[in-house]
């Protein structure tokens, strides 16, 4: 199956913990982000059958520079391990639709991923609103999560360690 979750790396990583509490092996692959501090990459640790690998600097991208072409290739080359390698059951391309939209990955490379994983592999996908309609079009489930109201805009308030990050 392919899910794709447009909008939270939030919800997929409630996928993985549940499976993990089935006994299930998780890999999550994090594009575009490096910083070692968010709170999921603390809970993985303590997770067992949970592992996360980041591909990306711990800064905010506004414009793609060379140092996020290298980690995209990187990322793109460990996912294609991680996932044909048939020792995980659920791997996680967290920001992957992202990373395309920003050109840090191909989209050819990231839908040849999709068609030639093992069938035994759930792949699930997040990235930003403009996932690409490609990735769209494979998904098995598609759920696209949007913000209606947030305190950043109604009142200033910042993103909250523990709770965004």
Known sequence: MIVVLIGKTTAALGQGFRATGHGFKVFM?????GYPQYGEVKAIENTPNFYLKQFGTS???????????????????????????????IVILD????????????????LKLIDN??????????????MHPKIKERADLLTEMRMIKHYYSSKG????????Y
């Open 117 to 130: 994983k093992p069938e035994k592999v759930e792949l699930i996908i997040t990235g930003g609103p403009k």
């Open 95 to 110: 920001e992957i639709g992202v990373a395309v939209e920003y050109g840090i990955v191909n989209i050819d490379d990231v």
């Open 29 to 33: 692959i994090q594009f575009m982000k």
């Open 157 to 164: 308030i910042k993103a909250r360690f523990g709770i965004e």
């Open 59 to 89: 800064d905010l991208i506004a414009t793609a520079g060379e140092i996020d072409f290298e980690e995209g290739r990187k990322g793109m080359e460990f996912a294609e391990e991680i996932i044909m390698n048939d020792e995980y059951d």
